[in-house]
């Protein structure tokens, strides 16, 4: 695979990821109405999927920030359909997905953007997370992870994605 620019292959792409990051800021601070999966804003992210209140919505967010940005892809809240082989990359910059593989489950089950890599590190942006990390948390959040507990990275900002 080719190295690719801290902002993209190209000053459009690096518009689109800007405005995505921006977009995927703004929703910091959303929390859940009563902890299970509900609230104006996530089921705002749940309805552009197609889903009622009350799923996970890592990969609802994760899609309805793309589309806010005037993307038409990704449109799914199933997480392993964010990380399909030809999305996939190795080194990630800011805007691309994370995914996080979780062996009791045995598929990536957590997403959410990268915000900037620094080392061994990833900052991320991501919904239905909490303080702690966890998968099925309570909000949106600015986290810090570890290289090593995420397991694949995928890029869903080209051409090919523009309307």
Wanted: aromatic share 10%; net charge positive; with cysteine.
């Amino acid at each position: 695979m080719p190295d690719r620019h801290l902002l993209g292959d190209s000053l459009v792409e690096a518009k689109v990821r800007t405005s995505v990051l921006s977009i995927a800021e703004k929703e910091l601070g959303v929390r859940e109405k009563s902890g299970r999966n509900d609230g104006e804003r996530v089921e705002l992210y749940l309805k552009y999927i197609g889903l009622p209140k009350g799923h996970a919505w890592c990969g609802a967010y994760v899609s309805w920030v793309h589309q806010q940005a005037g993307l038409s892809k990704p449109r799914t809240g199933w997480t392993p359909a964010l990380f399909p082989a030809n999305r996939l990359v190795r080194k990630p910059i800011p805007a691309d997905l994370f995914g996080i593989y979780f062996p009791s489950l045995k598929r990536i089950a957590h997403t959410g953007f990268v915000l900037s890599i620094k080392s061994d590190w990833a900052v991320t942006l991501e919904g239905n997370t909490n303080i702690e990390g966890s998968r099925e948390g309570d909000g949106v959040f600015k986290k810090r992870r570890h290289l090593r507990t995420i397991a694949k990275f995928a890029n869903w900002i080209g051409k090919e994605n523009r309307p």
